[in-house]
């Protein structure tokens, strides 16, 4: 840790709560930045030096760090561009200085690009249309509020839009993701869209009431793909089976460089498949048990579901943080801030800025 | 499948045909024409054999050995080969037959008289060398003979009462799977009581071969006949040879009579009922309805569903050249149902909206897929990929033991004309006038499809029938119940095989 | 697309014709009704009409500015979009106008401005992109399409053809032209804003980072066109500029005019690949009639044996189809038209055998089918397509039967809507086509529907031919990014 007396994993954490509309790639650049400004490295070295070192110990704190950074990853990559672009020290500062000034902006223009999402809601919900969405995605939630004022407000040729909203929400989701949703849901529901709740066991159910499927994303990755909740793989597999619509919603930065050619590439280690027998669970070989020291404060269900498990290994995801991957094939669009991207333009994206 | 003589019942058919064309009036025209093509006829005579007794067997192969032996006997006159350009033939059959059925499509008619009186006359002379090269070589099998619209070798032993059946069936007056097996049986019903045996056999052993066989080959040589017609037929000369020997004539022609009456009733009548009673029951309140072509059964099942007092709408497709969903667009917008009538190019719309697909069917095959209407295959695609049910409606008459993987070994080649609209006659002739008028000397040179027999290397197809596969039909309902397509064996095995029926 | 049908032309011809003696507004206001009336309808049609009149505007327009030159080529562009939204081909043809215009104001800018602000820029993305290439030993990733042609790509953009150094950050929807041009904002490379929201100044994923648009740090990428750090420049060399700015509008004309030579030369381009698809003895299953499609068949023919089964497109296009099938593509009565549709005999006589079918017996015949050549109407970003009625039908059968489905198109038919609805884009013809209106009974008392298109989702295509070559649909987005710029997607004025 370069500076003794600043610790980006906590400011990481007090910008999340302080904000909750935060995304975590955002709220990672965020704290880099701060670190950056609370430390006086002046050199180039030095400062990549910081920004490496805080990445990685922000990667460590969390267990599932992919949405993270792509926040860090993007941060990084900016800074190098630039600082190998401009090799004079006058110019670093001019960047530093550019960087630690604007923080606020980014965070703004990352809250912007949600808003401009949401904006495109009104382009894709139709009259009578029934979307499909699951989890506690923000921009999910923002795109359908948006959609729904516009029904409400326009009397304005094109306006009026009614559409229903069906949420897929765990049941033993109790409260990773839970609140956001109920939020969202309320948030529907009292701008007169009706919404339904239904498991995830209930998708292939529902699906051929279904026009259009949305879902958030944790990151997207590089051949277009998406990182989501666990259940968002088994919704785009049955819209492409009723040839509905799958559209994921994501601002263009939580685009992250991991290119994952099955779930069992993520590099995450999650509680899902847990087989027991009468003597408990089997116990696999080489597990990796690289415990996190402080990191985020794990939940008391969680805590007491590994005691009774017996603690297999805390870096593992547990089955409500678990995440899923879905491969680009199964999806339609993915609506970024700058309009409907098709999964193969994703790669284009991450390579100009990776070369 | 589409049933021409849709509202009238079947019954009615043979009294139509009095009417419309009397047995008696149609041989005072054979003869003449007889005399006016015999030289043409002498031609192409020695061809007529194979391609005759080939169309048989491939259009039923597994009716017993019955037509085949006559065929060997009197083959060689009755196939004369189409000495005639087909448009000649159709002129003249249209001239012919005033109730001809294609003259409800609009302007049929002018077809003939677009024709220029020379063409005829040199196309009968190019006719046997261009034959070939105007087959489609992938359906080659098909082409075994132009449909018959003439007398020309006609046996003397064809009833009348087949006769004029042959003829409608030929010229699509009587269409549809049911409809042509209920005309041919009541046709064979007459042509039973003219019947006589000769000395020294029975009835059982002569009649099958001597006298019904003559009529089925007549017919074979009007359109290749139906799954329903085949195994009307088969059930037919089963009851024939069961017949007690001893039997009186008279009373062995009225027992045949009234089981071929019962035959009629219960494997067609009763069951359309029961099939469109059970099929109604797929019509919800608020359901559209997406159907193609015209299948009297269909018809029925909506207009059921209508009765009972079930709000919904329907959706018509329809496609060249015979545009049947016309006739049923009508017959449910006089009801009062609101229908939708869409072409086959907009196929995609109608599937949009549609909730349930209702099909008839031609026939059934072992292997669960559907012969239908050409384009049926395309509406079970759509449907099925927009994951709407499909809904077979089909009697187990029309089951068969055959199996198909692809609409083109199975199937019948209709005569490529059919495809030449008056409109597009119509168009590209003033259009040429127009070109003419604007002085462009190239365009007068311009020719139009009308003349596509001169154009080397230009093909129309003309194909009737296509093969659904079994993945995109949900539900065949018929007599037994509603069935998925796996047990159309089943079925078959149990109507047409068990002698179940009369 | 239909290939020129009598009846049409004559309107196309007459409003070309007209075109040279009329004032530019009545020319506009002709083309207007022209389209509203469809009586210049189909993709190519549109495309010329459309071009000429650009191109007349463009001359007659006596401001030299290229802000107001981009104006008023987006006015008139509105105007005509607005009269008739489903013809795409006009606004594809006013973008690309809009493009070549921008193109060379920003080289007229760059000119002006290079000397002093080049080098208070160095840290331009496109400088940066190189230098990274260099430093990390990778090969540099080119934006670029390597099958561009460059006659088409200079139809686009004239000069300044930059493969190598497609910067970096900057998902710029031009290909060609310096680093400095390439500060637009991107990523919208295959958006539709559809919505009024004007792209926020998102210049790649970077875009987060970039400076306020105050310009406070010379690190940020200036944003183009009201860049106050380029306008003061302007300014302080208006006198100088000026005498630039006659240029312009002759280098735009020149522009537009490539945009017509494409215009012409674009079946030869895609026909010039034919025999890279078709071989000896295939059996190829097209639809409708089309110039391209029978181009693209009869180069084919000149070298190698096959069997075309025509579908006809009943009851929109088959009189079309049967005359295409009979007699070729003879120019109609229009003599003074671009030499655009040149004649050539059918393919019959050319000792190909044409079947013709009935759209119905399109499943049939497909198990036996090699390849589906269609010609769309209008080809959409996300790489779905809009053509005749019965395309849709086609292309699923293919599907289900595993046959290959190649789209030929021009680039001019590409457009960069996003088809957010698939139903707005289908457009709904004469019904007495379908069923005569003398059939009085049967038009009252039945809703007769004819639909003139189809939607054809993008999985059902397998490949696209253009006149820049061959590419999946998963790549069209690409060469729909690189011919529109992105503050031009959104002259639609439909959407609100």
Known sequence: MTSDNFDVVATYQQLLIEDPELTMPVAAIESLILALGATPASTMSETLHLVQTCTAELKKSIRNPISLSAGTDLFQQYLISNLQQRPSEGDFDVIRKHLVENGRLFVERAKAARETIAGFGRHFIRDGNVVLTNGGSRVVGALLRSAAESSKSSKTPGGSIRFKVIYVVSSDDSNYTSSEAAENIRALRERDVPVAVIQPSAVAYCMDQVTQVFVGAEGVVENGGVVNRMGTYQMAMIARATRKPFYVVSESHKFVRLYPLGQKDLGIEQDVLIFETASGPEVEDGKSESGIDEGIVADVDEVKERERRGDMALARLSREEAIDYTPPDLISGIITESGVLLPSAVSEELIKIWF | MPDANKDQSPKEQPKDGDSSLSPAELKKRAKAEKQA?????????????????????????????????????????????????????????????????????????????????????????????????????????????????????????????????????????????????????????????????????????????????????????????????????????????????????????????????????????????????????????????????????????????????????????????????????????????????????????????????????????????????????????????????????????????????????????????????????????????????????????????????????????NLMYDVTPAEYISMIVCEYGSLPPSSVPVVHRLANEGGIAA | MPSVVP?????????????????????????????????????????????????????????????????????????????????????????????????????????????????????????????????????????????????????????????????????????????????????????????????????????????PATGLSPAGTPPVGGSPAIKPMQKATKDEASKEKLDIKAEVIDGIKELLDELEIVDSQIAESALDHIHSNELILTHTSSQTVQKFLTTAARKRKFTVVHAEAYPNDHETTHATIVNGNKKTTNEDEEEVNERWKPLTSMGITVILIPDTAVFALMSRINKVILAPHTVLANGSLIAAAGASTIAQAAQAHRVPVVVLSGVYKLSPVYPFDTDELVEYGDPGKVVAFQEGEFVEGVEVVNPIYDYVDADLVDLYITNLGGCAPSFLYRIVADHYDNKDINLNVKST
């Open chain 2, 37 to 461: 093509r015999r030289a043409a006829e002498k031609e192409q005579r020695g061809a007529g054999g194979a391609g005759g007794a080939e169309a048989s067997s491939s259009a039923t192969p597994q009716a017993n050995g019955g037509p085949r032996e006559v065929k060997q006997g009197q083959g060689q006159k009755q196939h004369q080969k189409g000495g005639q350009p087909p448009q000649q033939q159709q002129q003249q059959q249209q001239q012919q037959q005033p109730y001809h059925r294609r003259s409800g499509s609009q302007g049929a008619q002018q077809m003939p008289v677009r024709e220029k009186p020379g063409k005829a006359v040199a196309g009968a002379g190019k006719q046997g060398k261009k034959e070939g090269s105007k087959q489609v070589e992938l359906f080659s099998h098909l082409y075994t003979h132009p449909r018959r619209t003439t007398f020309e070798g006609v046996s003397k032993d064809v009833h009348p009462s087949v006769l004029a059946f042959g003829f409608k069936m030929a010229s699509y007056e009587i269409c549809g799977s049911s409809a042509r097996c209920v005309a041919m049986l009541l046709a064979f019903k007459d042509a039973i009581q003219a019947y006589t045996t000769p000395t020294g056999t029975s009835l059982a052993r002569h009649m099958t071969s001597h006298h019904l066989s003559p009529q089925i080959e007549f017919l074979k040589t009007c359109r290749a006949i139906s799954e329903s017609m085949g195994n009307a037929i088969r059930w037919l000369k089963k009851l024939i040879v069961e017949i007690d020997p001893n039997t009186a004539e008279q009373e062995a022609k009225d027992y045949l009579c009234e089981h071929i009456g019962r035959f009629i009733q219960e494997r067609i009548m009763i069951t359309d009922t029961a099939i469109a009673e059970s099929a109604a029951q797929q019509i919800k309140p608020g359901s559209v309805v997406l159907t193609f072509a015209k299948s009297s059964i269909v018809e029925k099942t909506i207009l059921e569903a209508h009765e009972a007092g079930t709000p919904f709408r329907v959706m018509v497709v329809d496609s060249r050249p015979l545009f049947e969903g016309k006739r049923l667009a009508t017959s449910l917008m006089r009801v009062g149902l609101e229908v939708e009538y869409v072409p086959f190019s907009g196929l995609a719309h109608a599937v949009k909206d549609a909730t349930v697909v209702l099909l008839g069917a031609h026939a059934m095959l072992s292997n669960g897929r559907l012969q239908s209407r050409i384009g049926t295959a395309s509406v079970a695609l759509q449907a099925h990929r927009a994951a709407i049910p499909v809904i077979v409606c089909c009697e187990s008459v029309k089951f068969s033991e055959k199996v198909a993987l692809d609409s083109i070994v199975l199937n019948e080649v209709a005569p490529s004309e059919e495809l030449l609209t008056p409109s597009s006659l119509a168009t590209a002739h003033a259009k040429k006038e127009g070109e003419d008028d604007e002085g462009d000397k190239a365009s007068k040179n311009a020719k139009t499809l009308a003349d596509w027999r001169d154009i080397s290397n230009l093909q129309i197809l």
């Open chain 3, 7 to 211: 009846g049409q032309t004559p309107s196309l011809s007459t409003f070309l014709k007209s075109l040279k003696t009329n004032d530019i507004d009545s020319s506009v206001d002709l083309l207007i009704s022209l389209l509203k009336r469809r009586q210049i309808r189909s993709s190519r049609p549109c495309a010329i009409a459309t071009t000429q009149l650009m191109l007349r505007v463009v001359a007659n327009e006596r401001i030299k500015e290229a802000s107001s030159l981009i104006q008023r080529v987006r006015d008139v562009g509105r105007r005509l979009i607005a009269a008739q939204p489903r013809e795409m081909a006009v606004g594809n043809i006013v973008r690309r106008v809009l493009g070549v215009v921008r193109e060379v104001a920003e080289r007229d800018d760059d000119g002006a401005a290079s000397s002093d602000f080049a080098s208070s820029t160095p840290g331009t993305p496109g400088s940066v992109a190189q230098t990274g290439n260099a430093t990390l030993g990778r090969p540099a990733v080119s934006v670029n399409i390597p099958t561009l042609s460059p006659l088409s790509q200079g139809a686009a953009l004239p000069e300044d053809v930059q493969t190598g150094r497609e910067p970096v950050m900057s998902g710029s929807t031009s290909p060609s032209g310096a680093g400095k041009d390439q500060l637009r904002p991107a990523l919208g490379s295959v958006s539709s804003y559809a919505g009024g929201q004007a792209p926020p100044q998102i210049g790649s994923l970077f875009g987060i980072f970039q400076s």
